[in-house]
């Protein structure tokens, strides 16, 4: 036996899915058109825009550091993220409420404000080169999704598990790897690719911190509108968009999507 | 190997609140004892201090000739059972009873091999490749036992082992958690609220209150002569009357309550009997009477027990619990005396 629906609200969300899914075919509609100008419906097809952007130069290199900034950028907030977690959650009793407050700070203050503080304080304070300057920003910036989702993990994780190893002879630190690590495995994948996706897609903290010669692939691809407004940008986006499917499929394949929205 | 544990003067704070004071024990080799009282008195800070979670801010530890007083929890060589079994969720129960051993660098084959051999004396060899979310929880607590077993550890601990475990489960498991332990001849400490569960299962029971022991004894011991008000109480005996002796006749004793009852008590039956004491009785140990020599009452509430009724009775400085035989039936509201039964009663001394 099936619940019976009603009508309405299958017409409700209907229409909403394709509120969210039209713009991505609108996109991908305009990525192939044959025209010199983006526009929708496509007038013609053509694959020429996605062969153009590996004739920019500037496509490439932002690509390429993006990429960077963002594994890296992950990796050492991930690096920071899960100790800190770890500790906030381990001696909850010992430690100030508001600690865990903090480190959602980055993403309650306006990124604006983050990116222009982050200018004020270290390209101008400290004088870094724009490439440390940028990670140290994006670290920042995608520290919070490390911090939270991994300490959702360990709010559930039975730290008398913990223990037992101890007990039986595994030191503390390697417990943390043999024992801790592999029961928040999920939550850590989770972190990876939602801090992930935040840094690649940033716009608003890089624009202060991307400076001479180096930028990331947004900032590159509001560049490239703002002077030819062609369909290079909807097969960047296209692109874009597979690697995210694609990125999702693997992690699909592997964990399952569920902790994503648990 | 078998070792005794001591605990020596070892006291214990939680920031600025003491949860142990100047507490001793000595567990002898083979031996097990119970740490038992109610929440907040202390034994689970204890056995966590013994396992090393936790550090004394004074005493001292010791296990056999170890001095482990500041030695780290995993160097401790501690067989550690949990209230919530702690096994670990990403490993199968072979590769859960085999951690320990892994740890000791003890190779693939022979830990395995000892592994299934140790779940075959819990009774889970057809288990060995679970998962331990597939398993019930009398199964989870097994697979712990066997894990903490296989070490070989010179001292098991228990930290409320059957709380997660249905009534008819937690009989099982505590004849099969004795067997093992009688089996290795493993000095064990055994933490529970639970008074039948340390009754039936150790060869001795520290009661706690308070950050203190109040009183370590056999089983037998603190049911039938329990040394203060508070484990009197403890084991059931409700009924704690304050007297004061007033005539000493040879073995003979006489001495009023304080409403002016007077009774008297043979220190052949009794002991020596001090001037100021506590008669405690359980219901079974006051006996109701019609007349007679006793602590006259009001009778109350009478509930049938099948053995004998029960009878609520007030004092004029307090209220009392007796029980009278099933031959004679009395009405509430009746006047009554009570009478100590001297193999149920005990002398106490006064409260502090």
Known sequence: MTTKLHPLLIVFAAVIFAILVAPLFIILGAAVSDTSFLTFPPQGFTMRWFTNIFDITAFRTTAITSLQVAVTGTFLALLIGIPAAYAMNRFRIRLPSWLSNVFVLPILVPEIVLGFSLVKSITIGLELPVFATLLIGHTLLVLPYAVRVVGASLASFDFSIEEAAISLGCPPLKTFFTVVLPNIGAGVVAAFILAFITSINDVSTSLFLTGPGVSTLPIQIIAHMEQFFDPTIASVSVLLMILTVGVMAIVEATLGLTFLTK | ?352
């Open chain 2, 1 to 352: 190997m078998t070792v005794s544990l001591t605990l020596d003067n070892v006291s214990a704070h939680y920031g600025s609140t003491q949860v142990l004071k100047d507490l001793s024990l000595s567990v002898k080799a083979g031996e097990l004892v119970s740490l038992l009282g109610s929440s907040g008195c202390g034994k689970t800070t204890t056995l966590r201090l013994v396992a090393g979670f936790l550090e004394p801010s004074a005493g001292s530890i010791r296990l056999g000739d170890r001095d482990l007083t500041r030695l780290p929890a995993h160097q401790r060589d501690i067989g550690l059972v949990f209230q919530n079994y702690a096994l670990f969720p990403h490993l199968s129960v072979r590769d859960n009873v085999a951690f320990g051993l892994k740890q000791r660098g003890v190779g693939k084959a022979e830990r395995d091999a000892k592994a299934n051999a140790m779940l075959e004396r819990v009774g889970l060899s057809a288990f060995a490749e679970r998962m331990p979310a597939a398993l019930s929880g009398g199964q989870k607590q097994r697979v712990a036992l066997a894990r903490a077993l296989v070490i070989e550890p010179p001292l098991l601990m228990f930290d409320e082992p059957l709380s997660n475990l249905d009534a008819k489960l937690r009989v099982d498991m505590r004849v099969e958690i004795r067997r093992l332990q009688r089996a290795n001849g493993t000095t064990s400490l055994y933490v529970t609220h639970d008074q039948e569960e340390a009754f039936s299962i150790s060869d001795r029971v520290a009661i706690m209150n308070a950050g203190r022991i109040m009183q370590l004894d056999t089983p037998e011991v603190l049911y039938q002569r329990p040394a203060n008000s508070f484990v009197a109480r403890f084991v059931g005996f409700e009924n704690l009357i304050e007297m004061t002796v007033t005539e000493r006749n040879g073995e003979m004793v006489t001495a009023t309550t304080k409403a002016g009852a007077s009774l008297t008590l043979s220190q052949t039956v009794y002991g020596a009997i001090p001037d100021r004491f506590i008669l405690a009785a359980r219901p079974d140990g006051l006996a109701v009477r019609q007349s007679g020599e006793g602590i006259p009452v009001t009778l109350g509430i009478r509930t049938y027990l099948g053995r004998a009724y029960q009878y609520q009775c007030t004092t004029s400085t307090g209220d009392l619990t007796g029980n009278g035989p099933l031959s004679e039936l009395l009405e509430p509201g009746a006047q009554a005396v009570l009478v100590p039964v001297p193999e149920q009663c005990c002398i106490l001394p006064p409260e502090a």
